[in-house]
């Protein structure tokens, strides 16, 4: 079973400042890695597929890298409307697996 | 893109079962996969477990094997999750949410089912 890590657990920024999420798998997981937004309340929103592609409507302040094993998330300025829950997820063609998350606060 | 409507919320006793059901419209159903992702109070993300309308196949997440059954219903547009043997623990939200393909990511989350196990 792989494992999905998230660091740190809680990242303080600012508005404006660069933010870097991590995400590391137990085994390599290639490029099937996601990431979601998710605020209070409300559903997650895909932000990145394959590791590295913005879903639909995503603003481009937000980028995903890496690759096997290591990944990261990247919001290179930050908006208000951004401070919320950031989760990996690992897809395959049985399971998906998430991270424990990551919570952006200000 | 397909809107995902749950049915309401629900109030069980422990050792009871639950079901809960997710109406797609939009899109073509049988062409996705739909999965059951739950979110305990204040806690993560965690699948449960999916189906493959078209073809009837079924994936579980380990922990959840022998407690979850997931269907779907082509000629309504509707599928269901059943946890059976509830606890406590196993109050949350429950979520359905599509998947283009078998090998693609979840990008579409229905609003979500609030579950609680209580005495």
């Known amino acids: 079973e792989i494992v999905m890590t998230q660091s740190p657990a809680t990242l303080s920024v600012s508005p404006g400042d660069r933010a870097t999420l991590s995400c590391r798998a137990s085994?390599?997981?290639?490029?099937?890695l996601a990431w979601y937004q998710q605020k209070p309340g409300q559903a997650p929103r895909l932000l990145i597929y394959g590791a590295s592609t913005r879903a639909t409507g995503i603003p481009a302040r937000f980028s995903g890298s890496g690759s096997e094993t290591e990944f990261t998330l990247t919001i290179s300025s930050l908006q208000s409307e951004d401070f919320a829950v950031y989760y990996c997820q690992h897809y395959n063609n049985w399971l998906y697996t998430f991270g424990q998350g990551t919570k952006l606060e200000i | 893109q397909v809107q995902l409507v749950q049915s309401g919320a629900e109030v069980k006793k422990p050792g009871s079962s639950v079901k809960v059901s997710c109406k797609a419209s939009g899109g073509t159903f049988n062409s996705y996969t739909i999965s059951w992702v739950r979110q305990a109070p204040g806690q993560g993300l965690e699948w449960m477990g999916r189906i493959i309308p078209i073809l009837g196949i079924t994936n579980y997440a380990q922990k959840f094997q022998g407690r979850v059954t997931v269907i779907a219903d082509i000629s309504s547009t509707t599928a269901s999750m059943e946890l059976s043997s509830l606890r406590y623990e196993d109050t949350a939200v429950y979520y359905c949410?599509?998947?283009?393909?078998?090998?693609?990511?979840?990008?579409?989350w229905g609003q979500g089912t609030l579950v609680t196990v209580s005495s």
């Open positions: 949410a599509t998947g283009s393909g078998s090998s693609d990511p979840i990008d579409n």
């Open positions: 085994q390599s997981v290639s490029s099937n």
